[in-house]
């Protein structure tokens, strides 16, 4: 076999389910490339894009918000927190969005909550990482 089936899923909807000749994740070590083949593995994503090379050589790319990526040696299954095309997200809004959680962070009253600012701002600072490339 020299294709693998991957699916793309979050709690809200499936993203993409096909077969695809490679997809390359962003890994919690790095990205992570996966071929037909593979050895199985499982493991955490963190925040950024999940590239799907498809069977006729076009590429999708989907931004993912962290997950689980489940691969056998010809399937693979990403289950992301959150999941959403490229081409779906706003560049100037994920950039004015990633100041002002700055600017939050700054007057947070509780390690709690500074906490929680720092992993909205690691997203957001994903997400315009992806869309500049």
Not at 39 to 47: A, K, Q, W
Not at 102 to 131: C, G
Request: proline share 5%; glycine share 6%.
């Amino acid at each position: 076999m020299t294709a693998l089936k991957l699916d793309v899923v979050s709690a809200e909807q499936s993203l993409y389910s096909g077969t695809v000749k490679m997809v390359v994740l962003p890994g919690e070590s790095g990205e992570l490339g996966v071929l037909p083949g593979h050895t199985p593995l499982i493991t955490r994503i963190r925040p950024g894009t999940v590239r799907i090379t498809k069977e006729d050589g076009t590429q999708e790319v989907v931004f993912v918000a962290g997950g689980i990526l489940e691969v056998q040696p010809y399937a693979v299954t990403v289950l992301a927190d959150v999941a959403v095309r490229l081409e779906e997200l706003d560049a100037a809004k994920a950039e004015e969005s990633r100041k002002k959680a700055q600017e939050t962070l700054k007057n947070a009253s509780t390690p709690q909550e500074a906490a929680a600012i720092e992993a909205e701002l690691a997203l957001l600072q994903a997400q315009v990482v992806a869309l500049q490339r």
